[in-house]
């Protein structure tokens, strides 16, 4: 039920954001002014910074990632988009071994040595992988996750609570279950390895990581608290995808500026 759920909300999203990303990707007539040639010369800087890849969460489909990779872009980020193989549901090492590839891929392709990351909900346990156990800790240069199950989630153990045994059966599940084996592995020492900047953005509206402390990291990542600035601020675990106070934060880490939530942003 709870997976049904899940992968319900995922296409309703989706179905919703296809005109906004249009939209956004349709050029707009402006006059040059002081204003409009500083966000040039912005863009220009970020167009030679790192190249972002977005990293995607359980059942999520690229195009479902489109908004948050949209406005990157119209921020001169250089982005592309990674969906986990099976939509997320297998083992999250082989996964990792995956984006692996594709981080090399990314960085032959841009001839960038390093590339950021901003992964959603399962997206950022599958980076951790590859930062902590595959060499990625040379290669990543800034991470920013959304809605991550770092710690685990009860979410993932009520499904046993239930009836559905053991996840029912989906090995991404157990592994995202509090006390899972994967787990003890990745958050086993150092959870913030390399020199890379490591921030993490959690929400209290979250319904499926549970409790919303375990979506923060420890040993020097800046864990931001959407509501701990913007009290008013409703955003779910979905939404943070496509939320405007939540870009602002991935925005302010992909560019190394003080991290300052504006609460207003759309």
Known sequence: MLLRTILAATTAVAALLVPATAAAAAPERTTTTAATAATSTTAAANANSNPVIVVGGLIG???????IAARLRADGFRVSIFQIPGLGFGDIRESARAFKTYVDQVRA????????????????LVSRWYVKFLGGADAVGRYVSLGSPQQGTYAANILKFIG???CAGIVACQQMSIGSDLLAALNGGDDTPGAIRWATVRTWQDELVLPIG???????ANNVLIQSRCPLRLVGHLSLIFDGTTYTVVRQVLTDAPVRPNCFAL
């Open 214 to 220: 375990n979506a923060a990291l420890s040993d020097g």
């Open 109 to 124: 392709s841009t001839g960038a040595a390093k590339v950021d990351l901003v992964a959603h909900s399962e997206g950022g």
């Open 164 to 166: 559905l045994g053991s």
């Open 61 to 67: 489909v690229s195009i479902a990632y489109e908004p």
